[in-house]
């Protein structure tokens, strides 16, 4: 295995290593256990939602289930917690540009005045994590804010201890990611209405759930049950029931057509929460065509932020309504299928299904 210069090197553009070949080594040093690699990234479970260095020592997750990291940093802005075993956060970096990074996502996190020449911060966090460290500071007062909600359950606290000088801003800038104001969020949901339904198709289960502004989750999974705990844990008081009314039926019967090849086009209303970077992600999705693929260093350049091939696998990863969003389009760049929230081999059958009927 390549030693962790060889294997990251400062290069980027034409002369840079592929993301899925990064993460394909990253995935070698997991397996291994190698402890050279420690401070050169981190591994996230979406299962468990916790992260470790490589070297940790636990139970090695199912391959499915990782996502990679450069520094701890970006994996907490994903909501991921630290392993209490491996301590993944005192792992230190020999690349200089990364300590950069995360001595500045320290300081934004104490709300401290960031030192370093603003254009030299900038390279750095294009290159570490791609995005800015606006971008990033914006997304993290978006999740203290969050925090503090649920914590206070008053939006007038949280808002100053999150940083925000005046409400209209935080109206500005959340209602859009919580999808819906803050004070409902602060009641985790509550008096939000959800109705779901779970149908059978040939992927497994499917799950669709809808607010009446839209539909708010659609998930693919083994069984029912589990899809139905996924959807109860954002919001726990939230009123959230199963459709026996039928109002889901005509969206329900255009994703099963769109299941079966009948609706290559899907134009369903939405009602989902991201960041500002995850819902340029989305959008580019969606205009992906049917019974085609784009690579996600394609998706990054097409949204304009080209170092940002990583981040835009995360958005992809935490994409909460499957098919709407057609994150199973998204491959790398040699035509691996990379990776799908709801399995590769789901994902594999949606491709294959997809350019069979794209021919027809």
Request: hydrophobic letters at 40%.
């Amino acid at each position: 295995m390549a030693a962790p210069d060889a294997m990251f090197p400062r290069v980027t553009g034409a002369a840079a290593v592929s993301a899925h070949t990064l993460d394909d080594e990253r995935w070698r040093a997991v397996l291994a256990r190698d402890r050279r690699f420690d401070g050169a990234f981190v591994y996230a479970v979406r299962s468990t939602g916790i992260y470790c260095r490589p070297s940790c020592a636990s139970r090695r997750p199912r391959r499915t289930q990782v996502t990679f990291f450069p520094i701890p940093e970006a994996a907490e802005r994903e909501g991921y917690r630290a392993c209490l075993r491996c301590r993944p956060a005192e792992a230190q970096s020999a690349d200089p540009a990364v300590a950069l990074v995360r001595d500045a996502c320290r300081a934004i996190e104490s709300g401290a005045v960031l030192a370093t020449r603003p254009q030299q911060l900038t390279r750095a966090f294009k290159r570490v994590l791609g995005i800015t460290a606006k971008q990033y500071a914006d997304a993290r007062r978006v999740a203290r804010f969050k925090q503090e909600l649920k914590r206070r359950k008053h939006v007038s606290p949280a808002l100053f201890e999150a940083g925000y000088s005046s409400s209209s801003r935080v109206y500005e800038r959340t209602h859009e990611q919580l999808g819906m104001t803050p004070a409902t969020y602060a009641r985790g949901g509550a008096g939000i209405g959800i109705a779901y339904v779970t149908v059978s198709t040939s992927l497994g289960r499917l799950l669709v759930a809808a607010t009446e502004r839209g539909i708010c989750r659609v998930m693919l999974g083994d069984n029912a049950e589990a899809l139905e705990t996924d959807l109860l844990d954002e919001f726990p008081t939230a009123r959230v029931v199963q459709d026996k009314s039928g109002k889901l039926a005509g969206w329900v019967g255009a994703i099963l057509a769109h299941l079966d090849a009948r609706e290559p086009h899907l134009d369903l209303p939405l009602d989902i929460r991201g960041t500002a970077f995850q819902r340029r992600v989305w959008q580019e999705l969606q205009k992906i065509p049917f019974g085609k693929t784009r690579s996600y260093a394609e998706v990054a350049r097409r949204i304009g932020q080209p170092n940002a091939t990583r981040a835009v696998a995360s958005a992809c990863a935490t994409n909460p309504a499957a098919l709407i969003i057609p994150c199973h389009r998204v491959v790398r760049e040699d035509g691996d299928l990379g990776g799908y929230r709801w399995g590769l081999e789901r994902k594999r059958a949606l491709l294959n299904q997809e350019e069979r009927n794209a021919k027809t």
